[in-house]
């Protein structure tokens, strides 16, 4: 319940952070608030205090992406996970991957500004994480870095046939992250020998998950259609 003696902002950020400790992601998409969250619903009470402060939220969300970056903490499954991985380039095999068979052309202007969407709208894909000798505390636990901006690079690939294709596909998804670079996502354009492409979205597991990322799948499709 929401304190009537209590600072709107500061309530709002209380909101904001409740929202995101469950996974849901919020975002300004012009004078509106959206949420997207995956698994669950989201609480009536929650949902009633965003409605409410919705200005307030929206005020903060904005600023957050006004600013070059600010500072999260990780969760303990992150901080074990870069712990054992800090100041590597990330190990290949923690890369989660998802493909996408097109039969309609697609220019990649229009895959480029749906993929940039999909990293605008989910913060998660604007996180990276610093070396070790940069690290600082956040609510008493480590922190990592959520920027308000970074641009994502579609990689237009040269081609591929059918019989290679899963060959080439488990290549893209293997190239390794530099932990400390968001965004830890990317986007490939393969065409293939004889007609059709695969879009394949790729991320590390520091910051999507195996489900979340074939989640991503048709939320793309749905943007740029």
Do not use: C
Not at 1 to 11: G, H, S, Y
């Amino acid at each position: 319940m929401i304190d009537p003696r209590e600072d709107p902002l500061e309530a709002a950020r209380g909101v904001l952070d409740q929202a995101r400790s469950l996974g849901i992601e919020i975002w300004p998409e012009g004078p509106r608030l959206r949420y997207r969250t995956l698994n669950r619903d989201l609480p009536v009470g929650l949902r009633d205090a965003l409605a409410k402060m919705r200005e307030e939220v929206l005020e903060i969300v904005r600023h957050e992406r006004s600013i070059e970056y600010h500072l999260a903490p990780m969760s303990w499954n992150q901080f074990g996970m870069w712990h054992d991985h800090v100041g590597l380039v990330a190990p290949t095999g923690l890369n989660v991957g998802h493909a996408v068979r097109l039969e309609r052309p697609i220019r990649l202007e229009v895959l480029t500004r749906a993929a940039q969407v999909l990293v605008d709208r989910h913060s998660v894909l604007r996180t990276d994480f610093p070396r070790e000798s940069d690290l600082s505390l956040t609510d008493g636990r480590p922190s990592r870095r959520v920027w308000g901006f970074r641009p994502v690079v579609v990689h237009q690939g040269s081609g591929a046939a059918p019989e290679v294709l899963n060959g080439v596909l488990g290549e893209l998804i293997g190239e390794p992250f530099h932990l400390e670079t968001a965004p830890l996502f990317r986007v490939h354009h393969v065409p293939i020998s004889g007609g059709g492409q695969v879009v394949l979205l790729v991320a590390h597991h520091l910051v999507v998950d195996g489900l979340s990322i074939r989640l991503m799948g048709p939320e793309l499709a749905r943007v740029f259609q």
